[in-house]
Every structure is written in structure tokens, then in C-alpha cells.
Antibody
Framework: EVQLVESGGNVVRPGGSLRLSCAAS????????MSWVRQAPGKGLEWVANIQQDGSEKYYVDSVKGRFTISRDNAKKSVYLEINSLTDDDTAVYYC????????????????WGKGTTVTVSS | EIAMTQSPATLSVSPGERATLSCRAS??????LAWYQQKPGQPPRLLIY???TRASGVPDRFSGSGSGTDFTLTISSLQSEDFAVYYC??????????FGQGTKLEI
């Protein structure tokens, strides 16, 4: 069964840091780009970052550039999101998602999602 | 950055009825548009990609259409399990990927 399981969410104080993890199973992890998508309470979906199969290319939404770092370990079949300088606006459920689609022109949608891990920023 | 606008924000329909949800992009996407369904407390589920191709396991009452900037998700005969929030997402030009704000389908 294809599966993504996130972990690492917690309650943190403003300015704090966290490292989120996403463990993959049931597919060849190293063949896929991976994304993190977040959802603030009662709000819509916001793509946060993604990473290429070998980790050489990484992209971020402007609001997290310089504060968030995406990485992966293909041997451990895991993708990570290091989040620093947290603010109230970072409070959200963070989902890990597999990117699927065209590897030539980089047209990827998100076909498999984890159940998410919750980050709450509160003093 | 491509902006995605969904309408209506909320759609009230009855089981058995047809539902039509709209999504408009601020520039042409060709057909690089996906639809997702999200139920409370659950992650999004991919329904449609390439504007009109159903994902594996998606019932054929769900259909997607459109190209360019205007897209539609149609649910032909609503079942009780279809009441959820639906999001469109463009993957033509990124970063960033962008989602619509969602349409809540309610009874």
C-alpha cells in the first residue's frame, strides 16, 4: 500500500523551530518529487515547498523562504521540513504529498497525501 | 504567480442532484489543472488531473472539463459521501503551485 506518514508536529512558542518528517512506503521513493502543503485552521490549502528526486532542486513559497528548509533521505525513504522563526501564521496542519506527472516538463500534481501533522504556534 | 478563483464558495444541493463547481485561473493553464476533495479531518484526495482525467478509484459520477482559464468539476448525481470541500490546483507554472480557496458542497 502506498503510504505517507508525517510526524514531528507540536506546540511551539513564537520564534521557535521544529523538524517535520514524512516517511514513505509502498513505492520507489527516490523516483518522485515530494511536496509539503499546509492548511491553517478553517482555511484552504497552501503549497509550501518541494524537492526533486535527488534533492538537487528545491522550491519554496515566498512566505517561507529563508525560514523553512526541505530535505530528503532516499535511503530512509523520508522527506523533512525544517521550520524556523515560527510565527502565528505558521499554525497549520502540514501535509506531505507525492508529486506525480510529467518528468520531462515538470508538470506535477499531488496524487498521494499523508494524514498530516499539526504545528501550533502559541505563547 | 497564477491566482485561482473558485465559485461559488458554498453550494447547497440535495442528494441525487447535479453539482457544478467552477474554477478560473488568472492565466492559461493549458490542461494542467487538478481537483481535490477534502472531508473534515481528512487529507485532500486527488479526484481529477489533466483537467478531465479521473484518478484511480474515483467514481464516474465525477467529471472534469475545461481548458485555458476556465474549468468545471461536475458531480452528476450527488451521494451523501460527496458532501465535502473541493479545491482546484494549477500545476502549469510553478513555483508556486496555487490552489483555489475551495467550494464547500453542503446539503
Amino acid at each position: 500500500e502506498v503510504q505517507l506518514v508525517e510526524s514531528g508536529g507540536n506546540v511551539v512558542r513564537p520564534g521557535g523551530s521544529l523538524r517535520l518528517s514524512c516517511a514513505a512506503s509502498g513505492f520507489t521513493f527516490s523516483d518522485y518529487w515530494m511536496s509539503w502543503v499546509r492548511q491553517a485552521p478553517g482555511k484552504g490549502l497552501e503549497w509550501v515547498a518541494n524537492i526533486q528526486q535527488d534533492g538537487s532542486e528545491k522550491y519554496y513559497v515566498d512566505s517561507v523562504k529563508g525560514r523553512f528548509t526541505i530535505s530528503r533521505d532516499n535511503a530512509k525513504k523520508s522527506v523533512y521540513l525544517e521550520i524556523n522563526s515560527l510565527t502565528d501564521d505558521d499554525t497549520a496542519v502540514y501535509y506531505c504529498a507525492r508529486n506525480y506527472g510529467d518528468n520531462v516538463y515538470y508538470y506535477y500534481y499531488m496524487d498521494v497525501w499523508g494524514k498530516g501533522t499539526t504545528v501550533t504556534v502559541s505563547s | 504567480e497564477i491566482a485561482m478563483t473558485q465559485s461559488p464558495a458554498t453550494l447547497s444541493v440535495s442528494p441525487g442532484e447535479r453539482a457544478t463547481l467552477s474554477c478560473r485561473a488568472s492565466q492559461s493553464l493549458n490542461s494542467h489543472l487538478a481537483w481535490y476533495q477534502q472531508k473534515p479531518g481528512q487529507p485532500p484526495r486527488l479526484l481529477i488531473y489533466g483537467a478531465s482525467t479521473r484518478a484511480s478509484g474515483v467514481p464516474d459520477r465525477f467529471s472534469g472539463s475545461g481548458s485555458g482559464t476556465d474549468f468545471t468539476l461536475t458531480i452528476s448525481s450527488l451521494q451523501s459521501e460527496d458532501f465535502a470541500v473541493y479545491y482546484c490546483q494549477q500545476y502549469d507554472i510553478w513555483p508556486p503551485y496555487s490552489f483555489g480557496q475551495g467550494t464547500k458542497l453542503e446539503i
